[in-house]
C-alpha cells in the first residue's frame, strides 16, 4: 500500500526566498505523484503532477517539483516566495491497483513573511 | 465547463437532523470521494466508487451513506447528524486506474457545521 509522508507540517519563509516542502513516499509501483494547494477557506488547486516523463516537473506559479526515485522523494520548490504563496500545500500519490484510492500527505502549511 | 459541483456551499444543521451533500461532475469520471477535512488532519476518506453502482467504504465511514445511481452524480448523505461531523466536505473525481496518472479534480467544499 501507499503512504506519503510530508516532513514539516509548518514551513516559514521571508518573501523572496527559496521555498522548499518535503515529501516521501512509499509505493509498489512507480506512481504518479502531485502537489496541490489549498489557500485558506477555498478549496484544492493542482499545482503539478509527475506521471512517468521528465523528473523536473514545472508547475504553475513558478513551483517544480523533482522525482528522485532513489530517495522516494517529490520535494515542492520555488526559487523565490511571493506572499500570495501562503498556503496549505498538499502532496499525493496515485493508486498502486484499480480500486484504490489517492493517498494524501497530512499537509504542510506555508507562511511567508513581510 | 463546470467540472465538480457542490452544493450548498454552507448549512448549519442541528443535532439528529439529516441532509443530503451532493456532488455532480460533468467529465465521465469514473471515480468520485468523498473527503472531510479538519484542522491538523489534513484530508480524511469517507467514501468512494469507481464507477455507477459500486461505493465502498474509506477511512472515516461511519454517520455518512452514499450511492452512485448515474456516473454524473455522488450525494453523501449524513443520516442523524452529531458535533462531530462539523468539517468540511469535498467531493472529488478522476478517470482512476493503475497508475494512470489522472488528475483529481476537487469541488469547491461544503462547510458544514453541526449545533
Known amino acids: 500500500a501507499q503512504s506519503v509522508t510530508q516532513l514539516d507540517s509548518h514551513v516559514s519563509v521571508s518573501e523572496g526566498t527559496p521555498v522548499l516542502l518535503r515529501c516521501n513516499y512509499s509505493s509498489s509501483y512507480s506512481p504518479s505523484l502531485f502537489w496541490y494547494v489549498q489557500h485558506p477557506n477555498k478549496g484544492l488547486q493542482l499545482l503539478l503532477k509527475?506521471?512517468?516523463?521528465?523528473?523536473l516537473v514545472k508547475g504553475i506559479n513558478g513551483f517544480e517539483a523533482e522525482f528522485k526515485k532513489s530517495e522516494t522523494s517529490f520535494h515542492l520548490t520555488k526559487p523565490s516566495a511571493h506572499m500570495s504563496d501562503a498556503a496549505e500545500y498538499f502532496c499525493?500519490?496515485?493508486?498502486?491497483?484499480?480500486?484504490?484510492?489517492?493517498?494524501f500527505g497530512p499537509g504542510t502549511r506555508l507562511s511567508v513573511l513581510p | 465547463n463546470a467540472g465538480v459541483t457542490q452544493t450548498p456551499k454552507f448549512q448549519v444543521l442541528k443535532t439528529g437532523q439529516s441532509m443530503t451533500l451532493q456532488c455532480a461532475q460533468d467529465m465521465n469520471h469514473e471515480y468520485m470521494s468523498w473527503y472531510r477535512q479538519d484542522p491538523g488532519m489534513g484530508l480524511r476518506l469517507i467514501h468512494y466508487s469507481v464507477g455507477a453502482g459500486i461505493t465502498d467504504q474509506g477511512e472515516v465511514p461511519n454517520g455518512y451513506n452514499v450511492s452512485r445511481s448515474t456516473t454524473e452524480d455522488f450525494p453523501l448523505r449524513l443520516l442523524s447528524a452529531a458535533p462531530s461531523q462539523t468539517s468540511v466536505y469535498f467531493c472529488?473525481?478522476?478517470?482512476?486506474?493503475?497508475?494512470?496518472?489522472?488528475?483529481?479534480?476537487f469541488g469547491e467544499g461544503s462547510w458544514l457545521t453541526v449545533v
Open positions: 509527475y506521471t512517468s516523463a521528465a523528473t
Open positions: 472529488a473525481s478522476s478517470y482512476g486506474g493503475v497508475n494512470s496518472g489522472n488528475t483529481i479534480y
Open positions: 499525493v500519490v496515485s493508486p498502486d491497483n484499480y480500486g484504490q484510492n489517492f493517498v
